[in-house]
């Protein structure tokens, strides 16, 4: 069981780095990687990016890690460093050339703005967009999503259809978008993630949905399970189900190797 998906309180989780790593470490994991949150946006920071690491700590996080490694990495169990990046197309290539100059063994992929709109901050963001709003925003998320895959900046692409969180759904069939999106991942030889977390949250389904996972298989996309955890109680949430999910969509590998993911 690996997972490389997961926040500490560097940026928005619950609990402290050791605190994570020995709770994957207990509950069986062979591989686990924090990704704590790194946003640089186009139009500057503000509260609702306030979820970031602090970019000004990133070689004490970096540091932070590597003693985390030393502590609780053994024959059975391995520390991974990972970062997940919000992407950006304006600011994307500078935002990894930084990073780069770290040992992370892999970048996630994520969007969570639609230009200026927090695609998951709250329910209320969504009930205020004008008409056809909701749409504008699948259309810029899917394009996005294309966007970093073709990018080749990414070790994988984090939450798939992400903007379906508070139940704010298109109005039209965005079956061609997502598929150009997985074309765009298939084709940069890079993994994806069914991310366990959306269980808990309104939408009350895991991203991406059970026709996207299908269509990933049909494409030969490598597939990670992610919890998403913030929280120690959650390393290994929900992971039977997505092995269902996985199963149903034609799936009879669950848990993608470090090998198959893209490193940087």
């Known amino acids: 069981m690996n997972s490389y998906h997961n ?38 920071d503000n509260e609702i990016t306030a979820y970031s690491i602090d970019k000004s700590k990133l070689a004490e996080y970096v540091d932070a890690c590597l003693a985390c490694k030393k502590e609780f990495e053994t024959d059975t169990f391995t520390v991974r460093l990972g970062m997940e990046v919000d992407y950006f197309p304006e600011n994307a290539e500078e935002v990894v050339s930084e990073l780069l100059k770290y ?27 004008p008409p056809g709003g909701i749409d504008e925003i699948w259309h810029d998320y899917w394009k996005k999503i294309r966007l970093a895959a073709e990018s080749g900046l990414y070790s994988f692409i984090g939450h798939l259809d992400l903007p379906k969180k508070f139940c704010f759904y298109p109005s039209y069939d965005y079956t061609d978008e997502a598929l150009a999106a997985l074309k765009a991942i298939k084709a940069a030889s890079i993994a994806m993630e069914i991310n366990t977390a959306g269980w808990a949250k309104p939408c009350k389904s895991a991203y991406p949905s059970r026709n996207i996972l299908k269509a990933a298989h049909e494409l030969g996309i490598p ?42």
């Open 7 to 44: 926040h500490c309180n560097w940026s928005d989780g619950a609990h402290e780095m050791r605190d994570m790593y020995r709770a994957a470490r207990e509950a069986g994991f062979r591989e686990f990687g924090l990704s704590d949150h790194y946003v640089k946006t186009p139009f500057g």
């Open 103 to 129: 040992p992370f063994d892999y970048l996630i992929g994520s969007i969570h703005f639609s230009n200026e709109f927090p695609i998951d901050h709250t329910a209320a963001c969504w009930e205020a967009l």
């Open 223 to 264: 597939m990670l399970i992610s919890a998403d955890a913030h929280d120690t109680r959650h390393v290994a949430r929900f992971f039977p189900e997505a092995e269902e999910c996985l199963r149903e969509a034609g799936y009879t590998a669950f848990t993608c190797t470090f090998e198959n993911m893209k490193r940087r």
